[in-house]
Structure formats: structure tokens, C-alpha cells
């Protein structure tokens, strides 16, 4: 038994000369709410796809709880993962209970996996609507009732909250929060950090293709050093005296000193003293996760 339900080694995709996803070391822990964030196009949902089998790897390994995914094993490893890639499944014409009937039909399941799955996702009193009368939030969580029908041990759900009004995101977020202590391992992914930060135990960040993070929100605070504010009796003097720590003036007067860490900040504050500007004020910027996660995939093309 591994404790580590996902996991791919050099993990890469190249279309044509162009690499889009390179050497991805993810590791998904069980029991997880995987976080996997990334800016439009850096390559979240190709890796799904991979972890799914769904494309090829030019390159890397998954494995999944422990076991390499081949053409072989496939068989018997994707029964015990649920997903939902890009737009949800379901036909439009039919109610959520006659997609689900299907759902049921083909996997050869019985009544309570269905009966369970739908209520996990908190549709079974809308199940006689045709799911073209859904709400996108509706859609959305019939698939991952189709998804869960199966019992799976792992979800990967590609962007579940696109789309949705803040009502319909804080619904998916307790949702994926109740499967997760359901003992349901969640790989989830957004581009936007807020819609899955706080739900997510543990979070992988992708840029350009890489994976320029993974660890916990707070090794993620931990891994930035934010900003240093001064107010001083000389803003304009300061910022030239002060350009060898690239000091540049914010709005209110104050100058900033981008991301120094406490030597470097004293050595600032004793260059602004030898230059005989009164220092006024010394503060770190309140850093907020969104700075964080910004900062690191700054120059990502949208
Ligand atoms: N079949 C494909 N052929 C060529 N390029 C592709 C293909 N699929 C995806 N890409 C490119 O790979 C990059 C990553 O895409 P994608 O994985 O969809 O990113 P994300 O899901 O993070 O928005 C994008 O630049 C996209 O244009
Ligand atoms: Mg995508």
C-alpha cells in the first residue's frame, strides 16, 4: 500500500517541437484535495489526460497507488478512478435519472452506488429534470455523480468551479471537502488559486509546463518573502539612494524594496541613514496567497 495515490516521474508531452508539459514530478498524497493550479494553458488538463490514459506521454511515468500505468495495467487501474475532463458528460435530452440509469447500465453497477453517488452531489430532488433544464452548477455535479457511481478511490476533476457564480463554487468546494473525508482521494485543478485554495490540502502549481510548486499553502506563504515598505522624509532621494536594492515609490510616498530578506532590509535602512534620510517606518506588505501564487507564474502567457 502506498500513501502516495498519484504519482509521475519526468512526466512530459511534447507536441510537435513544443514541449507543454516537462519532467512533472506530481505526487498526490491519499486522502488529499489536490490542488492543481496553473494559468490558462500551462498544461493542467494534458496532464489529466496522461494521468488518465487518455494521451500518450512523449515521456515520464505515472503511477497510480504504486503501480505503473501501462497498456496492461490500465485495465485494472482506471475502474478505481472517477474523472470529469472538460465539458460534463450527460445527455442534454434525457433527465439526471436516465443519464444516471445509463451510467448504471454500462458499469454494470447496482442501485445504491447510483442512489449514493447522487446524493453526494446533492441532486436527488432535481434527478426528473432533463439535464438541459440544469443549471452549469447542476451539470457539473451530475458529472461528478457519474464519476462517483463507480466508487472510485481517486477523483481527477478538470476545472469543476469554471463557470460557476460564487453560490455554485462554494457548493463544488464542500462538496470535494465531503468526498475527501469520505476517504475519496480529490485531484482537482482551476487556474484561479481562490476558488480552490482554502479546500485544498495540498496544492501543485504549473507554469509554462513545469511544476514550479507543491506543498501546503503554508510552505507556499513560506516560500515567498514579501515586500519591504519604508516611509521615509525624502522618498524621491531614497529611491536613488536605495537603487542598488531596486527600491522603486509606491502611490503613498512610501518606497518599496521588492522581496528582501532581513539582512538585506537593515542594509537598506542603514544606506538610507548614511544618506541622511530619516527612515519613518518599517513594515513588511501584507502577502496574500493570490500575491503568491501571482508572483510565481508572472509571464505566463494567458
Ligand atoms: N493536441 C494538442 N496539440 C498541440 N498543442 C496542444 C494540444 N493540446 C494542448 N496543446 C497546448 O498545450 C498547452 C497546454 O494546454 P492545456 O493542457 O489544455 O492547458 P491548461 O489545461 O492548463 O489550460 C497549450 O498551449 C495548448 O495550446
Ligand atoms: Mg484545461
Known amino acids: 500500500m502506498s500513501s502516495?495515490?498519484?504519482?509521475?516521474e519526468n512526466l512530459t508531452k511534447r507536441y510537435g517541437t513544443r514541449t507543454v508539459v516537462e519532467n512533472l514530478d506530481l505526487r498526490v498524497p491519499a486522502g488529499s484535495v489536490y490542488g492543481f493550479l496553473g494559468p490558462n494553458g500551462a498544461g493542467k488538463s494534458t496532464t489529466m489526460k496522461m494521468l488518465?490514459?487518455?494521451?500518450?506521454?512523449?515521456?515520464?511515468?505515472?503511477?497510480?497507488?504504486?503501480e505503473p500505468m501501462t497498456r496492461r495495467t490500465r485495465r485494472t487501474l482506471l475502474p478505481a478512478i472517477g474523472s470529469l475532463i472538460e465539458a460534463p458528460p450527460g445527455y442534454a435530452h434525457l433527465t439526471g435519472a436516465e443519464n444516471?440509469?445509463?451510467?448504471?447500465r454500462m458499469l454494470d453497477l447496482d442501485h445504491r452506488q447510483v442512489d449514493e453517488a447522487v446524493r453526494a452531489v446533492r441532486l436527488q430532488d432535481q434527478m426528473g429534470k432533463r439535464v438541459r433544464d440544469f443549471s452549469l452548477g447542476?451539470?457539473?455535479?451530475?458529472?461528478i455523480a457519474m464519476a462517483l457511481a463507480r466508487r472510485p478511490r481517486l477523483l481527477i476533476l478538470d476545472e469543476?468551479?469554471?463557470?460557476?457564480d460564487p453560490a455554485g463554487i462554494e457548493e463544488m468546494r464542500r462538496l470535494l471537502r465531503r468526498l475527501a473525508e469520505d476517504g475519496t482521494t480529490v485531484m482537482v485543478s482551476s487556474h484561479l488559486l481562490g476558488e480552490i485554495d482554502r479546500t485544498a490540502t495540498v496544492l501543485g502549481i504549473l507554469s509554462g509546463g513545469r511544476m514550479i510548486f507543491q506543498g501546503s499553502r503554508s510552505e507556499l506563504m513560506a516560500a515567498s518573502t514579501p515586500d519591504v515598505l519604508i516611509a521615509c522624509s525624502d522618498p524621491r532621494g531614497a529611491v536613488s539612494a536605495l537603487a542598488?536594492?531596486?527600491?522603486?515609490?509606491?502611490?503613498?510616498g512610501e518606497l518599496v524594496l521588492p522581496g528582501p530578506d532581513d539582512r538585506?532590509?537593515?542594509?537598506?535602512?542603514?544606506?538610507?541613514?548614511?544618506?541622511?534620510v530619516g527612515v519613518h517606518g518599517v513594515r513588511r506588505s501584507e502577502q496574500t496567497l493570490e500575491d503568491v501564487f501571482m508572483s510565481l507564474t508572472e509571464g505566463d502567457g494567458l
Open 138 to 143: 447542476m451539470k457539473q455535479r451530475l458529472g
Open 52 to 66: 488518465l490514459s487518455l494521451i500518450r506521454p512523449t515521456a515520464g511515468e505515472v503511477r497510480i497507488m504504486g
Open 160 to 164: 469543476p468551479t469554471n463557470g460557476l
Open 244 to 252: 542598488p536594492f531596486g527600491a522603486r515609490l509606491a502611490e503613498e
Open 4 to 8: 502516495t495515490i498519484v504519482a509521475t
Open 100 to 104: 444516471m440509469h445509463l451510467v448504471r
Open 264 to 276: 538585506r532590509t537593515a542594509e537598506a535602512v542603514a544606506a538610507l541613514v548614511g544618506a541622511g
